[in-house]
T-cell receptor
């Protein structure tokens, strides 16, 4: 089964609103990453947060990490129609090979 | 920088034939590349880790004789789906991780290859 579980599975909002997506995982991690995928396309790396970090910002993105609860959230502020995509969290346990384990993803739809 | 390409972007083949998918890191060297499979509306499932100059490491449940991986150089890994069947139809995505100053973190993903087996 997937390491990460995300909620909500789908989120529909209006342009200008904020979108929050959550990710939970089960084991200890080295870092957690968020990716975006447009329909039928490859993944775009958005942001990486390390296990010793609690919050990170990048433009309109804000990511938090709570290792005690094994959870992370991705906040997109002032959303735009172009933000419509699937968003995945992925955990890196930092072991040999550093394989990523992906969550189930959240389908975000931003309505103009 | 950090661009990964895949070829072909889509392929249709007959059941029983073999299909080769290439993954290239265009502007960096990658000692490790990863191959994922993604079914419609689902997440990415790691199939195998491809290491330059050595055998690939396959995830549990992935048949190594069916999904042949070759990582011949620091910029190229290939995935060959042998004797493809309709259930192998999927979106195959590779990723590559640059080796920078001994740090291995971000993976860069290719655009994916859509395989349809008739």
């Amino acid at each position: 089964s997937q390491q990460g579980e995300e909620d909500p599975q789908a989120l529909s909002i209006q342009e200008g609103e904020n979108a929050t997506m959550n990710c939970s995982y089960k084991t200890s991690i080295n870092n957690l990453q968020w990716y975006r995928q447009n329909s039928g396309r490859g993944l775009v790396h958005l942001i990486l947060i390390r296990s010793n970090e609690r919050e990170k910002h990048s433009g309109r993105l804000r990511v938090t990490l709570d290792t005690s609860k094994k959870s992370s959230s991705l906040l997109i502020t002032a959303s735009r129609a172009a933000d419509t995509a699937s968003y995945f969290c992925a955990t890196d346990r930092g072991a040999s090979g550093s394989r990523l384990t992906f969550g189930e993803g959240t389908q975000l739809t931003v309505n103009p | 920088g950090a661009v990964v390409s895949q070829h072909p972007s889509w392929v249709i083949c007959k059941s029983g034939t073999s299909v080769k998918i290439e993954c290239r890191s265009l502007d960096f060297q990658a000692t490790t590349m990863f191959w994922y499979r993604q079914f419609p509306k689902q997440s990415l499932m790691l199939m195998a880790t491809s290491n330059e100059g050595s055998k690939a490491t396959y995830e549990q449940g992935v048949e190594k004789d069916k999904f042949l991986i070759n990582h011949a150089s620091l910029t190229l890994s290939t995935l060959t789906v042998t004797s493809a069947h309709p259930e192998d139809s999927s979106f195959y995505i590779c990723s590559a991780r640059p080796w920078t100053s001994g740090k291995e973190e971000t993976q860069y993903f290719g655009p994916g290859t859509r395989l349809l087996v008739l």
